[in-house]
């Protein structure tokens, strides 16, 4: 793949969940980057991955993490990462849109256990 400049406007785009989005901004077999929009009141399944370590970045908002039962209220221009065999969940508890990148290494499709 040439190297390029990528944005929402040119990534791959998926929803998930209700009303939720996604663009995978890195999709490669060591290394996913994604940036997602979660609407106020939106939130994720519980999981765990087995292999995949995760960083969740917020641009924009802010969003719950959840992780082995402890709540993280997460900021704009903050981060929390997320080790192998962790429990989770992200849940917009706000008002307003929550942005985030999800990093995972590697990528955590199809590593996903419910918890």
């Given at each position: 793949m040439p190297t390029r400049i990528v944005d929402t406007s040119n990534a791959e785009h998926y929803t998930w969940g209700i009303d939720c989005d996604g663009w995978h901004l890195v999709k490669g077999e060591e290394l996913?980057?994604?940036?997602?929009?979660?609407?106020?009141?939106?939130?994720?399944?519980?999981?765990s991955h087995t292999k995949s370590r995760q960083f969740f970045f917020v641009l924009e908002g802010e969003l719950t993490l959840e992780v082995e039962h402890h709540d993280f209220v997460v900021t704009t221009g903050k981060g929390v990462e997320v080790h192998p065999g962790q429990a989770h969940t992200a849940i917009n508890r706000s008002q307003a849109d929550v942005r985030m990148l999800v990093i995972s290494q590697p990528p955590s499709h199809g590593d996903r256990t419910p918890a």
């Open positions: 996913s980057v994604i940036e997602e929009r979660m609407p106020p009141g939106r939130s994720e399944e519980r999981h």
